[in-house]
């Protein structure tokens, strides 16, 4: 959480690595059944969070009971060291979220940073693709400069 010094009016927000390093142990704390892969996009994936950002998450998952508008509330955000929004897609869902929102998914094609499923998955023909052939945009391995 965003800490006062005592000698200074100024707060200290939370890096995005100390974030990523929370939302792992958050996610080891609390498993998703169906998760295929897990995101965050936003101004902490830009790098140009500041003091009062929040984390934008997106969860892909293989299914799901709820509609969409509730998938959220499932899920312990509160725990995490900034406020935290979510986006739960199944699978279907995420494949054609580009055919129905476009210029939302291009957004997270170009800035999801993946802690968790961007390394193969298996699309609905049934073979394994490499991910610089998968169907699903957004699951990508982090960018060079990344590391």
């Not at 935290?84 to 869902?93: G, P």
């Not at 610089?132 to 590391?147: D, S, V």
Request: glycine share 6%.
């Amino acid at each position: 959480m965003p800490v006062r010094s005592l000698a200074s009016s100024v707060l200290r927000w939370p890096s995005r690595e100390e974030v990523e390093v929370a939302l792992r142990a958050w996610l080891q704390r609390h498993p998703i059944p169906g998760l295929l892969a897990l995101g965050y996009f936003g101004s902490y994936a830009r790098g140009d969070h500041g003091v009062g950002s929040d984390l934008d998450l997106v969860l892909v998952v293989k299914a799901a009971d709820l509609p969409p508008w509730q998938r959220a509330a499932q899920l312990p955000l509160e725990e995490l060291p900034v406020p935290a929004e979510a986006l739960v897609y199944t699978l279907e869902e995420w494949q054609a979220l580009p055919r129905l929102s476009p210029r939302f998914a291009r957004t997270l094609r170009e800035e999801t940073r993946f802690l968790l499923g961007a390394e193969v998955v298996v699309p609905p023909s049934g073979h394994r693709l490499a991910l610089e052939e998968n169907p699903l945009p957004l699951l990508h391995p982090p960018r060079a400069e990344e590391g």
